[in-house]
């Protein structure tokens, strides 16, 4: 078995073949966001994937997003652990949109109290 680390969380789960990014984030309680619960069809599970051992891009990966394995962008719900592989995978989860705002937001009143 290897293991996945999802960041920024930085949290650690064995991966075990054939179970997709998004379930291993959800036994994790890592967040990543969904509508279409697996299927290909919100593209908003989007994460970047470092290391090897993960299924190639689905049919939906390269036409809903024109992607191919050499980028390492994927749909969580689509990538899927692979017996082959030797290295632990990385994945990186995007900031939620509506956190990144609420975030910068109270960046920018700290700025501005600092002045």
Do not use: H, Y
Request: positive net charge.
């Amino acid at each position: 078995m290897r293991r996945v680390t999802f960041m920024p969380d930085n949290r650690t789960i064995e991966a075990k073949s054939g179970v997709t990014l998004l379930d291993m984030a959800r036994s994790t309680r890592v967040s990543i966001r969904t509508r279409c619960e697996g299927k290909a069809g919100c593209l908003m599970c989007k994460v970047q994937v470092a290391g090897e051992g993960i299924s190639p891009p689905t049919a939906a990966e390269r036409q809903k997003l024109g992607i191919d394995s050499s980028t390492g962008l994927r749909l969580a719900c689509q990538a899927k652990i692979t017996a082959s592989g030797v290295c632990d995978l990385v994945v990186t989860v995007p900031e939620d949109p509506l956190k990144a705002a609420v975030r910068r937001q109270l960046q920018q009143q700290e700025d501005d109290e600092l002045w």
